[in-house]
């Protein structure tokens, strides 16, 4: 498979990528979304090569996402957490890395806390890495694969309107949403709760709403956020009914959007808190078709990292 | 290989299974049985599989033979376990292994501590769904490697006499166990602590003993449960001493049993409580084949569900 | 590949072996090497082969060195923790691996808090048992991967003088590297804290020196030992500037060594601590080799323990 359009060592954010860069991604995991349709949903392209999977912060979604697309790919998966590793030993995050690319893994894949810690591992280490998400800052992977689950079910992502609706100030995943979606020439706007809005939203290119009502008119494409309902206290945002019935997306509202709105969330979700259940488990919603190009993307970027002849 | 006898997608209890399926899986576990005894103990008949480990219950012994299982299969095992995964984040299980379900696994397998969780999830997934455990309800997997390691010593389980001893009310072996037996034509007496008995020991279809003495006269097999001893003061029971001394097997009650029955107990053992330690390492003891048993029928479970052309 | 030179079921201890078995593990380890610099770094050698990872203590280092290179040789690596483990439920060790034993697993990695607990479990069973680390007493892979490490610089060990410094009482890796040291004709002096030696330095067989300059003096090749922050208040040493003035690593020191001297680490470094900086990532550091070369002495135990014939 050819490899035309990318040449970097690292997946480290949208804000990065060329738009060339993002069409390469997509095409390459549109050649591999088929292979979870086969029988036998295994290809020997990364065969002998190390995948490690450093998760800071727990996940289930992405880490088993990043662990299938790997043994998809026949690539050998090793795992770390947190607990029990030599960081509890107060050694630096560098170390740990360095100490860990001195076992020759082919690629690193990083959640971490901190923003921009998988950048300053990348500039320091020689094995690719690739954020898995580092605090509220990127989520490359995710916003490609929305972006590619979008792309099952429209042309093109030029032109489109979308609305992205929640939590976005503590949303890494708005922001490479954001980045990405403009960069392919779709506009965006964003809107929730008012101490939920970035102070300084129009500085990221998108038009702003207050109410949900309003920012879904002429959308094409519906992304919802989640409501860490963990936080809630933390966040002063009302309780669950009344988020429900200010900005959660019910069967009336999204009739507001475009005939045919697509509706996605980065998931999980919380039915009867941002989004209605009849609208998750609906006709509009791709919240499950997200999660297998989540594979097709992760396989396609591994690939594009660690493939083939280099 | 062929695979008559089974047409199910899901292996989630006894209950639901016929003579014949029975006869299927232990006919299949033959087969398999076989090549832990090879130098190279690996068969390549899931290649490109996916089996999802989710284990909501602590677990060394089954998760560890299903895994064990998978890999000798070469089927590619995902482990998931309770602490770091979504659900803590409030997603309910249904969503969670609907979202594990779109990755495309081929086959899930689930320990929970909720009765039938594995038949709701079985009910609504396309992925084939094996039952670990589910409460106190049903572990199928145990009761046919019981079936399996029994054969490895006698012509059939039609006519023998089984006795299960200890810990009935709590016990999902006993469950299955009772279910498979008679069903195969066995006949089952229970006996335990008063404390320990269910209300309506009759209804299983099994006769009951107050005391092992009584039970153990006339059995082929008997079957120790695990005494659970880290909830010891909540269940009443007397101290481990008492125990051994009014329900424990030793060599001495071993005796009432027919000549050469065989011993069972589906581990972790205490020793000194339940079972005296020379009847647990004794000649009688059946102990360790249960365990090399139990990964021959965890493949051909998983072979059954997800091997061969569909 | 010819495995002439050894002939042991087990790999527990230093002690036990003598020079043509270390040579033999040495020379192993020279030929899988260079498998980490190839594109596909992996070999058959051990297909179809189980390998359980039992650790008892944490460990990112070593489990995943382990864990790398067992993948590296196409083993099934099954991976333990004390958490969520049957012996949490009272189960003893003896039996949990009895248990272990009989799903056939090939090779038994295990690291615990107890010394000889690898002994004594590979005297009561068939399967290989290699000790990753026993308590204060024996980490025979250290050793083997020090060794080798020195070995990519040196013509032999034989004559060199290897100093070692820190905290010696309470370290593995000191009696493994004392033992192999002198068995292969290095002399060896240790030094450290006073708080730090041991009662019996002398009957270790090697010179004993209270100052770190002393101990520097004429040394080839100098050890650093880990100080164990997390236990410092037990242990009463002084604070982490005292202890770095008194006895760290820094240049100025490290010019008391021979022209040319090595620096090992078993790591995870305490920067400022036991090592300066920059002689930690200075030339004469080995401290990354040393991690390169431990998934290359893990390959060889394995072959020499599970690989080929039997």
Redesign the interface.
């Known amino acids: 498979m050819a490899k035309s359009g990318w040449q970097r060592k690292d997946l480290l954010g949208i804000a990065e990528l060329e738009r060339t860069e993002i069409e390469a991604v997509l095409a390459t995991a549109a050649s591999f979304h088929e292979v ?7 290809v020997p392209t990364l ?4 995948v ?1 999977n450093l ?1 800071f912060e ?4 992405t880490r ?2 990043f ?2 697309a790997e ?2 790919m026949s690539a ?1 998966a ?1 795992n ?2 947190t ?10 995050l560098l ?2 890395t ?9 690629v690193l894949v990083i959640r971490h806390a901190h923003p921009r810690v998988p950048h300053q591992l990348a500039a320091r280490l020689d094995t690719s890495v690739v954020n898995a998400g580092d605090g509220a800052h990127e989520h490359p992977t995710q916003a490609l694969l929305d972006a590619f689950t979008i792309l099952q079910h429209r042309e093109q992502l030029d032109g489109l309107r979308v609305a992205i609706l929640g939590d976005i100030e503590h949303s890494r995943v708005v922001r490479s949403n954001v980045l990405l979606l403009r960069k392919m020439g779709a506009s965006v706007v964003i809107g929730g709760p008012y101490t939920m809005m970035p102070r300084s939203a129009e500085a990221l290119g998108v038009d702003v709403a207050y109410s949900i009502d309003e920012a879904l008119e002429g959308a094409d494409v519906v992304m919802m956020l989640r409501v860490q ?2 936080r809630q206290s933390r966040m002063s945002i009302p309780s669950a009914d009344e988020y429900f019935a200010l900005f959660g997306l019910d069967r009336a509202r999204l009739r507001r959007a475009n005939e045919g709105a697509l509706v996605l969330h980065p ?5 009867g808190v941002e989004i209605a259940s009849d609208v998750a488990d609906g006709r509009a919603s791709l919240i ?5 190009s ?2 097709a993307v992760r396989m396609a970027v591994l690939y594009l990292l660690a493939g083939g ?2």
Request: glycine share 8%.
């Open positions: 979870a349709t086969r029988p036998i949903k295994k065969r002998g090569k190390t490690l998760f727990p996940s289930t979604r088993s996402s662990e299938i043994k998809r050998d090793i770390f957490s607990a029990g590793s030599s960081l509890s030993k107060g050694e630096s170390d740990t360095r100490n860990l690319q001195a076992m020759s893994p082919d309902t963990e998931g999980p979700i919380n039915r499950l078709e997200q999660v297998s989540g594979v002849a280099s």
